[in-house]
Nanobody, 124 residues
């Protein structure tokens, strides 16, 4: 069983930064594509960013491109989401997710394991 635990959420003012972490246990972390998703109140869960097993390939939602950076440390079984220039519309619960395989995909249905989420609130 793969277990994902997010951390690093909290409140921040617009224009600020925050780094989320997702620690993974179980399975073979180095074989997983990892993704970050978010869900705002009353909205569907949406893709934010994803990274390949090696870290060499990444994808981002257009809304965060240039502001967010996804990375991973396979030695620590951890994936990160560095969020800069935060906006109030970035307010959401952020989830990390994993899928076994090489493809860096963006659909929630393609991911197998999910964390419980961490709240990020950006005030104007």
């Amino acid at each position: 069983q793969v277990h994902l635990v997010e951390s690093g959420g909290g409140s921040v003012q617009a224009g600020g930064s925050r780094r989320l972490s997702c620690a993974v246990s179980g399975g073979t972390f180095g074989r997983y594509t990892m993704g970050w998703f978010r869900q705002a109140p009353g909205k569907e869960r949406e893709f934010v960013a994803a990274v390949s097993w090696s870290g060499g390939s990444t994808r981002y939602a257009d809304s965060v491109k240039g502001r967010f950076t996804i990375s991973r440390d396979n030695a620590k079984n951890t994936v990160y989401l560095q969020m800069n220039s935060l906006k109030p519309e970035d307010t959401a619960v952020y989830y990390c997710a994993s899928r076994y395989g090489l493809a860096v995909v963006t659909s929630t249905s393609e991911y197998t394991y999910w964390g419980q989420g961490t709240q990020v609130t950006v005030s104007s």
